[in-house]
């Protein structure tokens, strides 16, 4: 017998059924960083175009705690396009089709976890389209608990092109997306805090 434990849920708690197909195409907006001698203070920022998962959650339906893996299957991720993934604090990213797996420990019941957050595709300046498939498999699951499909969609018409020289405020920590404190810049997303408090996500060439 297969003891099914998770579901995917959204914002309100609504079950998002097995099976369902999600279109996102919500533009969001993170930062590039460019380093180069030719720029004021040694480098600039420039606003990159996302879409982010937006809504979507992890619930236990069980009456017990439990551990669950969550698996993102990337089938399609257009040339020079990256896909980030964050579950319970732990994130990395691709860039290339693949699946990559997330574990969320005991999950207290009727509970949900948080996939949504820094979860994103970055797509290039064309219109196209990322699509994964998000899966769940509770502890004591045979079998994957739910799975849905979701089409991440930009259409190339918005533009987030600003460009920023933060020249005057001192970036004081790096991190990786992961939360690692870094040294030095780090190919791929990078988290900056500034000397004001700010903290920004950007990408490192």
Not at 120 to 139: D, F, H
Not at 174 to 201: F, M, V
Request: charged share 20%.
């Amino acid at each position: 017998m297969n003891a099914q434990s998770f579901s995917f849920v959204d914002e309100n708690g609504n079950v998002i059924e097995n099976g369902t197909t999600l279109t996102m195409d919500k533009v969001g907006s993170m930062q590039e960083i460019i380093y180069g001698s030719e720029y004021p203070g040694g480098f600039i920022i420039v606003d990159k175009p996302t879409v982010p998962l937006g809504g979507v959650y992890v619930k236990n339906t069980s009456s017990q705690k439990k551990d669950c893996k969550i698996y993102y299957n990337v089938t399609t991720l257009p040339a020079g396009t990256s896909f980030a993934a964050c579950c319970a604090g732990n994130c990395s990213s691709m860039t290339a089709e693949g699946t990559m797996e997330k574990d969320a420990k005991e999950v207290e019941p009727n509970s949900t976890v948080d996939i949504s957050s820094q979860t994103e595709w970055v797509p290039g300046e064309a219109a196209g389209t990322c699509v994964v498939k998000l899966s769940i498999k509770g502890e004591g699951s045979l079998t994957t608990d739910s799975e849905i499909t979701v089409n991440f969609v930009y259409s190339g018409s918005t533009s987030v092109n600003g460009i920023h020289n933060d020249v005057n405020n001192e970036v004081v920590a790096r991190y990786s997306i992961d939360g690692q404190l870094l040294n030095a810049p780090q190919k791929g997303i990078n988290i900056l805090k500034y000397a004001d408090g700010r903290t920004e996500k950007v990408i490192a060439k």
